[in-house]
């Protein structure tokens, strides 16, 4: 098992543009996450999902689309890049609620 | 690598002696506890858990202690090493809610 992996690792974005952020992983986790991470601040939840199908709102959805159409992948979209957005993002998934989430090792998004 | 923290707390501690990080925790009603490493540039790394139905757990060289009366959580590191220099990072769960939420971290150092 390779984990959890994420790509691209740094993005600079100008202003209204969009993207995607990919996550992937092959330990067959039901439960993914998607969470950003500013300077001096704890990781914040964006959105997760608990299986295949199924995604719903953490603490700071806004401005982000998630979509989890098979067990490995979980993408984070971004429709207008925002300058609040640049931050760092983290994708985490685990076996089951309240088990260890293992983490991928982060995007780093700048917007301009 | 990425500045996970640029304004974090900070301890620091010899090499060789005991570490001790404290967490307050928000919802007296969170049932399952996560402390969490996270090296410069990386993503966070799963270090030790406890449910509430508990107020210590060891592990290798970590301990965690859990106190409800007063919404505090300790991760103490025994013979600290150069290698446990991080941001260290706790997280509380309430069951059915699928989500955590992340403290802001404590850094680390390690003396030599």
């Known amino acids: 098992n390779t984990g959890v992996t994420q790509t691209p690792k740094f993005r600079i974005l100008k202003i209204g543009q969009s993207m995607t952020l990919q996550c992937t992983q092959d330990?067959?986790?039901?439960?993914m996450y998607w969470y950003r991470q500013d300077p001096g601040m704890g990781l914040k939840l964006i959105y997760y999902s608990v299986g295949a199908g199924i995604t719903d709102k953490g603490e700071v959805p806004n401005g982000y689309n998630v979509s989890r159409s098979t067990t490995e992948d979980f993408p984070l979209r971004l429709e207008l890049a925002a300058p609040s957005q640049t931050s760092v993002y983290f994708c985490?998934?685990?076996?089951?609620?309240?088990?260890?989430?293992?983490f991928g090792p982060g995007t780093r998004l700048l917007v301009l | 690598g990425e500045s996970v923290g640029l304004h974090l707390p900070t301890l620091s501690v010899q090499e060789g002696d005991n570490s001790i990080i404290n967490c307050a925790y928000s919802n007296s009603a969170s049932d399952y506890f996560i402390w969490y490493k996270q090296e410069s540039g990386k993503g966070p790394q799963f270090i030790i858990d406890i449910r509430s139905n508990m107020d210590k757990r060891q592990g290798q060289r970590v301990t965690v202690l859990l106190n409800k009366t007063v919404k505090h959580l300790s991760l103490q590191i025994a013979a600290t090493q150069p290698g446990d220099s991080a941001v260290y990072f706790c997280?509380?769960?309430?069951?059915?809610?699928?989500?955590?939420?992340f403290g802001t971290g404590t850094r680390l150092k390690v003396l030599a």
């Open positions: 997280a509380e769960s309430l069951s059915g809610t699928y989500k955590y939420i």
């Open positions: 985490a998934s685990g076996y089951r609620e309240q088990e260890t989430q293992y």
């Open positions: 330990m067959n986790h039901n439960y």
